[in-house]
């Protein structure tokens, strides 16, 4: 019974009902001794204890003769219904670690909160907004910590005045990081749309400047045949001022030796069926004047995919057009009298054959020169070849 009246003495308010054991009216709780000293004056304990801190003691038996056990501390119960709350409200995102000091500060605040004298709610406030800090913004998470707050009903009336600042705190705190948020996103694209600008005009500068100073002529024009702007090398090329050009119609510019096919593919160009074509074209000049091009014409089409522009590139080919013509020329007539030779006749009579019409007939006519080598032997390969060309001459169709 010494050790008995000794802890009694040194706990204060404390009454021992199990032999070991310690606790307090209100139940199981976290103390320190205010005067945990012997009689001699010397510290016999220090630090924190528990309820359930094993004590040097005898007797406490309850009623029945069997051990009292100590009734569970309201802050324990509640720190640990908090920590459960944290942990299932926020879906496991958040380390141990953290879980764990997020715990133990909104912890102590709501318990100053809850027993504090005087009352002071603003640190239950101080506790929703590390909630919201901690990205705990789901209004349930709210919703069952207003419950918890008010279980036990706490003294005084304090519960719903908890419960209501811890509630205003969190709101507040959302609100704060939904502008940041929303600050932040249109921020964003600010910068995006600026960017894009940015990225417009340099490509429109771009663009420009390839336009203006290109070697071959560049049309835009639309899906109608509308020409729209022309560059100054395809004035140059036609020989006509931007307004002679832009406004005419595309299919204006038609040529008799056009290639065959050349507009089935411009046709099929403006309707979508193809992006571009490419084929070796005639035009007039605003002399008159054919000018021969090699001419790229590709389609833009717009955010949906439907046709909208059209840019024709043309390139003058036309001195490389009369020499391949003139190597052709030399190559199937003959050099002297300038009619078809061997080469120019079995060409033609290999396409004549080569689809016949029902019913055709074809004629080949065999004209000789009697005596020519008599005029060669007696009056000289000169006078020969003056004989060949008048009678050439005579051949050509008038």
């Not at 089935?264 to 069926?273: P, Q, R, T």
């Not at 036309?318 to 080469?343: F, I, K, M, V």
Request: glycine letters at 12%; one cysteine or more.
């Amino acid at each position: 019974m010494r050790t008995r009246e000794r802890i009694t003495g040194f706990f204060d308010g404390y009454e021992l009902v199990e032999p070991g054991w310690c606790t307090s009216p209100s139940g199981i709780r976290r103390i320190r001794p205010r005067s945990a000293r012997t009689r001699s004056g010397s510290p016999v304990w220090q630090g924190w204890g528990t309820a359930r801190e094993r004590l040097t003691a005898g007797g406490g038996r309850s009623a029945g003769g069997g051990p009292r056990r100590a009734e569970p501390d309201p802050d324990a119960r509640f720190r640990e219904a908090w920590g459960e709350l944290l942990h299932s409200g926020h879906g496991g995102t958040l380390t141990a670690g953290t879980r764990r000091r997020l715990v133990g500060r909104t912890t102590e605040l709501l318990n100053r909160a809850r027993t504090g004298d005087p009352f002071d709610p603003e640190q239950a406030a101080e506790a929703g907004a590390l909630l919201v800090r901690a990205h705990y913004t789901d209004p349930g998470v709210l919703a069952r910590v207003v419950e918890l707050l008010q279980e036990p009903p706490l003294s005084d009336g304090r519960g719903p005045a908890l419960a209501g600042a811890f509630a205003a705190g969190w709101a507040v705190a959302l609100r704060e990081r939904t502008l940041r948020e929303q600050e932040s996103i249109r921020l964003a694209a600010d910068t995006a749309r600026l960017d894009a600008e940015r990225a417009l005009r340099a490509s429109e500068a771009r663009f420009r400047a390839l336009f203006q100073s290109a070697a071959i002529g560049i049309g835009i024009g639309d899906v109608e045949g509308t020409i729209l702007e022309v560059n100054p090398a395809l004035m140059e090329l036609f020989g006509a001022r931007q307004e002679d050009l832009e406004g005419q119609r595309v299919d204006d510019l038609v040529h008799p030796e056009d290639t065959p096919g050349v507009w089935d593919a411009y046709g099929e160009l403006i309707s979508g069926k193809r992006d571009y074509f490419q084929f070796d074209k005639p035009y007039y000049r605003r002399d008159g004047e054919a000018v021969w091009t090699h001419l790229t014409v590709s389609l833009i089409r717009d955010e949906d995919g439907a046709p909208r522009y059209q840019v024709a590139m043309l390139e003058d080919i036309t001195d490389r057009y009369r020499l391949q013509e003139r190597l052709r020329h030399q190559a199937t007539h003959d050099p002297l009298t300038g009619l078809p030779n061997r080469s120019a006749f079995f060409e033609r009579l290999e396409e004549v054959f080569a689809a016949p019409e029902p019913g055709a007939r074809f004629a080949l006519c065999y004209v000789d020169l009697d005596g020519f080598k008599v005029i060669n032997d007696s009056l000289g390969h000169e006078a020969g070849d003056q004989l060949l060309t008048a009678v050439a001459g005579g051949c050509r169709p008038c």
